[in-house]
Structure formats: structure tokens, C-alpha cells
């Protein structure tokens, strides 16, 4: 079992999808980075993940 578990993830502002269908799993002895370009979700995955901004479908 991961320590992480992220499935399904959706987040929309309005009529912005920020993340859509996000699978994600991390076990407690992994050391994890998320990269990418500017608007890509990074910043909206993690508020997402520990709970800032509600999520529009999916579970953590």
C-alpha cells in the first residue's frame, strides 16, 4: 500500500481544467519530483493533494 494514493484527480476553476485524470502513487521510502512548464498544475496538484483547494472529482 502507498502512502500517497491519488486517483482520478480533477480540478476545474470555472471552465479551466487544471488537472484531469491525475493517477498518482507514492510509498513512503520514495523521494517524488513533479516538474513541468508554467501552467502545467504543479502548484494545483499539491494544493489539491493537502487539501487547500477541494478536488472537483477523484480521491487522495
Known sequence: ?????VRGLRKQF??????NGIDLD???DQ???????NGSG????????TGVHPAT???V
Open 14 to 19: 470555472g471552465g479551466v481544467v487544471a488537472l
Open 26 to 28: 507514492i510509498d513512503t
Open 42 to 49: 504543479k502548484t494545483t496538484l499539491f494544493n489539491v493533494v
Open 1 to 5: 500500500m502507498a502512502a500517497l494514493e
Open 31 to 37: 523521494v517524488v519530483g513533479i516538474v513541468g512548464p
Open 57 to 59: 472529482a477523484g480521491t
